[in-house]
């Protein structure tokens, strides 16, 4: 049985880091892309980022951009997503996903697995 499980996310301030994994298990991910998804209360479920199988490759939201970045050990078969200078809106609940194919993808149709997801709330 697949499963990802998401860990790290948490209640912080304004300007504050935080630091999300990913542990997959069933299954080995390492010729998967992963991605993290979130989604805030009210609102679609919206990409964020997302890596190739091979970590040689890279997409990001532009809402994110220079503050997230995805990163993965196939090794542990897991994936991280370590979040700086967080703002109110990046309050969510984060989604870690894999999909069968090696190369990122930005929707999540496009995903195969998904966790049950972890709150990140970052106060004003």
Known sequence: ???????????????????????????????????????????????????????SSFKYADSVKGRFTISRDNAKNTVYLQMTSLKPEDTAVYYC????????????QSYDYWGQGTQVTVSS
């Open 1 to 55: 049985q697949v499963q990802l499980v998401e860990s790290g996310g948490g209640l912080v301030q304004a300007g504050d880091s935080l630091s999300l994994s990913c542990a997959a298990s069933g299954r080995t991910f390492s010729t998967s892309a992963m991605g993290w998804f979130r989604q805030a209360p009210g609102k679609e479920r919206e990409f964020v980022a997302a890596i190739r199988w091979s970590g």
């Open 97 to 108: 996903a894999a999909r069968l194919s090696p190369a990122v993808a930005v929707t999540p």
